[in-house]
C-alpha cells in the first residue's frame, strides 16, 4: 500500500483524540496537567501535508498527471469518469463555510497565558490559581460589520476573543477592545446588527457605520449613548491589535473552595500601550494595505516581537453589588478605575503565528458558555442570550455538533461523555455503551463532584415574577457617556467631534440626524453645538453653544473642548477617569514602522546608523527610493524595498530622511514633499539631517514647528548620532500640539 511519508510517524490507534493537527495548541507547554489520558499530539499527523509529499487524491492514491484533464483524444470531450479531475472541483467547490453574521473578518495567533499570583481566595479555577502553569491560548481579533474581504482599518470595534486551553478544559473569554456594548437585552441584538449592517435593498455601505439605518436605530435606543461615545473615539481606529485593550464585558462571578462568589469584570492591558491612528490614516490604508492589522501582527510574530498583555480583573463583593448608582449587570456601564481598581494577575503572550488561516483562524468557535469551575455567570441579560447564541451559530457555521472536535477547538485534556455520531464524527469510541447511568461499562464515564473540580453553577437565589420588563436601575443612558467625554484629552474629544460631523453627515434622512443631535446636546452642549454646525442644524442657543461655534474650526478648537466638561451620574461619584484617556499611555518604538526616504547620493552611514538604533528597538524600517532594488548613495549601496509610488505614509509611524546630495533630488519630488507634508499632519516623528531639513521647510507652511514636537532636525555635522537616537525614541509617540496642521496640504 502506498503511504505518505507523513503518515508512517502517526499513532494510528483508535485512542481518542490521537489524531490531532500539528496546528493545535502544544499541550507539552501545560506543565500543569499531569493527566495520562490526555491525548498526545503527534509530531505530524495524517491531516497535515507538505509541498514535498507525493502527490494524492483524498483517499491517498497517487496522481501522475495534475496538468490535463481525462479525455476522448487529445482535442475530445472530457470524460466523465475523471474521477480526479470531479474531486477537484468539487472540493474546490465547496471550500467556503458562511462567514460568520457579525466578526467575519478576524486573524489570530497562538501564545500562553501564565499566573503571577494564585487567586485562590476567590476563585477553584487552575488557570487562576496554578502559577506554575503555562496555559496554551489561541486569540482572534476581528472587525464587526464588515465581511471577510473588507478592509482591517474601518471605524468598528473590534473583536477580542480569547481561547485558553485549560486542564479543566476550555475557557473561552469572547471580548471586544471596548468595556461596554450598545444595548441592555440580548433581544436586541438582531436589530441592531441589521441596522448597523449594510441596508439590505442596496447592499451599501460595507464595514461602515456612517448610514440611516444605523442612526436611525442608535437614535431611538437612547442605552446605547455610552457606547456611541466609544465607538467615534480614536478606540476604533487602533493602530495594532497589539496596542488595543480587551475587556470581557460583562459581568462574571469568580467562585472560590467555600462556595463565595465574588462579581468580576476581567481586561487585557497591552504592554505596548493603548495607540490608535486617525481617520484619514485610516481610510488611506483601507486602500493601500486592507490587510494591514493582520500583516502588522504576522510580521511582528514573524520578527520575534510577541505581543503581550496583562489580565486585569475588578472585583466586587456580593454585599457591594447595590452599592453604586449603576448597575453590574447593564453591559452599557462600566466600574471606572478609579473605583474598582484594576489587579494585574497574569500575562498573555502572542508568539506564533498560525499555520492554515482556514483550519484554524476560520474555523475557531468561541463560545461565551465555554467556562470552567470556579468561574460563573452573572445575570446580565447580553450575557444569557450570547450564552444561548454561540453554539447555535457554531452549529450553522460548522455544520455538525462535531466542530469540537477540530484541532483548533478541542481540549487539551480528554473529552469523555455519551454523546455519539452525527456528521463528520472524527473520534472512534470503543464499546457497547452510550448512556448512563450504565452498569456494563463499570460507570464510566462517571460525574465529578463539586469536590473532586466538577463543575456546579452558583446556586444564586432567584425569585420574581414571570417578566419582560428591565430594571429601574437600567435607566441612566447618558451619565457614563458624560464620564467619557468628560475624560478626554482635547485632541480626544476633537477626534470624536470630527467623527460625529462626518457619520452624520453622510445620513440622508434629516429627522434621524436631529434626533442624534438632541442625544448629543444630553452628553454635552459644545460637543452638540460642533456637530450641529456641521450638519447645518440649529441647537436650542445657550452660551456653550455659542462659543462652541465660534470655535468650530479653529486652532484652539482642542484646547477649549478640554475645557467642556458634564456632571455625571451613573459612575458612583467618579466625574472624570484617567484610565478612559489614550493620552497617558506608554510608547514606545518597539512594533512600529520608519520609513526611510533615499535618493541617489544619500548619506548611507546615517541610513545604517538608524537601521541599527531601530533594531536595537524593536521598530522595522523599509527604504523607500525612486525605484525599487540598488540606489548608490555617499558611503555605499542601499537596496530600496518600496517606492513613493506604493509607499504610503499612511503605513508608517514616522519618516525618517538622511542628509546628502539626495536630498536635492527629494526637493523636487511632489510625492516626498506630501510624504513629509501628511506626516507631519498626522502627529507622527519626523527625522531630517543636513540637507534634508530644507526639503521639510518645503513641504510645510509657514508657522510649522520644526524644532520640536516630533520634529527632530540635525543641520550640524557632527550631531547626527545624537539626532538618530532623539528621533528613534519619538518613533512611537505622535505629537497632537504641532503647530499650523489646518495649513498643511496634504
Ligand atoms: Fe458576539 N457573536 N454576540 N458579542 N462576538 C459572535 O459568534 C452575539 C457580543 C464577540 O473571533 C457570533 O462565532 C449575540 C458582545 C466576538 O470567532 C454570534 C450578542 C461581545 C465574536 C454572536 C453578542 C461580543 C463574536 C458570530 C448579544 C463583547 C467573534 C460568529 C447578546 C463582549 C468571535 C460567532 C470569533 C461573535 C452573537 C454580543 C463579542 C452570532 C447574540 C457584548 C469577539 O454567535
Same mark, same amino acid.
Given at each position: 500500500m502506498f503511504m505518505n511519508k507523513n503518515q508512517k510517524d502517526v499513532d494510528q490507534s483508535d485512542k481518542v483524540g490521537s489524531a490531532m493537527g500539528s496546528s493545535a495548541p502544544k499541550p507539552t507547554s501545560m506543565k500543569g496537567n499531569k493527566n495520562p489520558e490526555q491525548p498526545q499530539i503527534p509530531a505530524s499527523s495524517p491531516l497535515r501535508t507538505d509541498d514535498s509529499s507525493p502527490l494524492t487524491t483524498n483517499v491517498g492514491q497517487p496522481i501522475a498527471d495534475d496538468q490535463n484533464s481525462l479525455k476522448a483524444g487529445e482535442r475530445g470531450p472530457v470524460l466523465l469518469e475523471d474521477y480526479v479531475l470531479r474531486e477537484k472541483l468539487q472540493h474546490f467547490d465547496h471550500e467556503r463555510i458562511p462567514e460568520r453574521i457579525v466578526h467575519a473578518r478576524g486573524a489570530a495567533a497562538h501564545g500562553y497565558f501564565e499566573l503571577y499570583e494564585s487567586l485562590q481566595d476567590l476563585t477553584t479555577a487552575k488557570v487562576l490559581t496554578d502559577t506554575s502553569a503555562q496555559t496554551p491560548v489561541f486569540v482572534r481579533f476581528s472587525t464587526v460589520a464588515g465581511s471577510r474581504g473588507s478592509a482591517d482599518t474601518a471605524r468598528d470595534v473590534r473583536g477580542f476573543a480569547v481561547k485558553m486551553y485549560t486542564p479543566e478544559g476550555n475557557w473561552d473569554l469572547v471580548g471586544n477592545n471596548i468595556p461596554v456594548f450598545f444595548i441592555q437585552d440580548a433581544i436586541k441584538f438582531p436589530d441592531l446588527i441589521h441596522a448597523a449592517k449594510p441596508e439590505p435593498d442596496r447592499e451599501i455601505p460595507q464595514a461602515a457605520t456612517a448610514h440611516d439605518t444605523f442612526y436611525d436605530f442608535l437614535s431611538l435606543t437612547p442605552e446605547s449613548m455610552h457606547m456611541l461615545m466609544w465607538i467615534m473615539s480614536d478606540r476604533t481606529l487602533p493602530r495594532s491589535f497589539g496596542m488595543m485593550e480587551g475587556f470581557g464585558v460583562h459581568t462574571f462571578r469568580l467562585v472560590n473552595a467555600a462556595g463565595k462568589s465574588t462579581f468580576v469584570k476581567f481586561h487585557w492591558k497591552p504592554l505596548l500601550g493603548v495607540h490608535s491612528l486617525v481617520w484619514d490614516e485610516a481610510q488611506q490604508i483601507a486602500g493601500h494595505d486592507p490587510d494591514f492589522h493582520r500583516r502588522d501582527m504576522w510580521d511582528s510574530i514573524k520578527m520575534g516581537n510577541a505581543f503581550e498583555w496583562e489580565l486585569g480583573i475588578q472585583t466586587l463583593s456580593e454585599e457591594d453589588e447595590q452599592k453604586f448608582d449603576f448597575d453590574i449587570l447593564d453591559a452599557t456601564k462600566l466600574w471606572p478605575e478609579e473605583l474598582l481598581p484594576v489587579r494585574r494577575v497574569g500575562k498573555m503572550t502572542l508568539n506564533r503565528n498560525p499555520d492554515n488561516y482556514f483550519a484554524e483562524t476560520e474555523q475557531v468557535a468561541f463560545n461565551? #458558555?465555554?467556562?470552567?469551575?470556579?468561574?460563573? !455567570?452573572?445575570?446580565?441579560?447580553?450575557?444569557?442570550?450570547r450564552n444561548f447564541s454561540y453554539l447555535d451559530t457554531q452549529l450553522s457555521r460548522l455544520g455538525s455538533p462535531n466542530f469540537t472536535e477540530l484541532p483548533i477547538n478541542r481540549p487539551l485534556v480528554q473529552v469523555s461523555n455519551?454523546?455519539?455520531?452525527?456528521?463528520?464524527?472524527?473520534?472512534?469510541?470503543?464499546?457497547?455503551?452510550? &448512556?448512563?447511568? *450504565?452498569?456494563?461499562? @463499570?460507570?464510566?464515564?462517571?460525574?465529578? #463532584?463539586? *469536590?473532586?473540580? @466538577?463543575?456546579?453553577?452558583?446556586?444564586?437565589?432567584?425569585?420574581?415574577?414571570?417578566?419582560?420588563?428591565?430594571?429601574?436601575?437600567?435607566?441612566?443612558? &447618558?451619565?457614563?457617556? =458624560?464620564?467619557?467625554?468628560?475624560?478626554?484629552?482635547?485632541?480626544?474629544?476633537?477626534?470624536?467631534? =470630527?467623527?460625529?460631523? !462626518?457619520?452624520?453627515?453622510m445620513v440622508e434622512t434629516r429627522a434621524v440626524r436631529q434626533r442624534m443631535v438632541e442625544h448629543l446636546g444630553k452628553v454635552n452642549d459644545m460637543l452638540a453645538a460642533q456637530v450641529a454646525a456641521a450638519l447645518g442644524e440649529t441647537m436650542p442657543e445657550s452660551d456653550a453653544s455659542t462659543k462652541a461655534r465660534g470655535t468650530a474650526d479653529s486652532v484652539d478648537g482642542a484646547k477649549q473642548l478640554a475645557d467642556a466638561t458634564s456632571p455625571t451620574t451613573a459612575s458612583g461619584g467618579v466625574q472624570q477617569s484617567k484610565a478612559l484617556s489614550m493620552e497617558n499611555q506608554p510608547t514606545s518604538p518597539k512594533g512600529r514602522k520608519v520609513a526611510i526616504l533615499v535618493a541617489a547620493g544619500i548619506d548611507v552611514n546615517q541610513v545604517k546608523q538608524l537601521q541599527q538604533a531601530l533594531t536595537k528597538a524593536g521598530a522595522m524600517s523599509e527604504i523607500v527610493g525612486p525605484h525599487l532594488g540598488m540606489i548608490a548613495g555617499d558611503g555605499g549601496e542601499l537596496e530600496a524595498t518600496k517606492t513613493l509610488a506604493n509607499a504610503s505614509p499612511a503605513l508608517f509611524d514616522a519618516v525618517f530622511v538622511p542628509g546628502g546630495k539626495g536630498a536635492e533630488a527629494l526637493k523636487k519630488k511632489g510625492d516626498a514633499q506630501v510624504f513629509l507634508a501628511q506626516s507631519y499632519k498626522h502627529g507622527k516623528a519626523i527625522g531630517v539631517l543636513g540637507e534634508s531639513v530644507e526639503l521639510l521647510k518645503k513641504a510645510l507652511p509657514d508657522g510649522a514647528s520644526l524644532t520640536k514636537m516630533g520634529v527632530v532636525s540635525g543641520a550640524d555635522a557632527g550631531k547626527e548620532k545624537q539626532a538618530i537616537q532623539n528621533f528613534v525614541d519619538s518613533v512611537g509617540t505622535r505629537h497632537w500640539s504641532r503647530t499650523a496642521l489646518e495649513h498643511v496640504a496634504a
Open positions: 461565551t #458558555t465555554n467556562v470552567v469551575p470556579g468561574i460563573d !455567570f452573572s445575570n446580565d441579560p447580553l450575557l444569557q442570550g455519551n454523546q455519539r455520531d452525527a456528521q463528520m464524527r472524527y473520534t472512534i469510541n470503543k464499546g457497547r455503551v452510550s &448512556y448512563a447511568p *450504565a452498569s456494563l461499562d @463499570g460507570h464510566s464515564p462517571d460525574e465529578v #463532584t463539586p *469536590a473532586r473540580g @466538577g463543575f456546579t453553577s452558583y446556586p444564586e437565589r432567584v425569585n420574581g415574577p414571570k417578566i419582560r420588563a428591565r430594571s429601574q436601575s437600567f435607566n441612566d443612558h &447618558y451619565g457614563q457617556a =458624560k464620564l467619557f467625554w468628560n475624560s478626554m484629552s482635547g485632541p480626544e474629544k476633537e477626534h470624536i467631534v =470630527k467623527a460625529l460631523q !462626518f457619520e452624520l453627515s
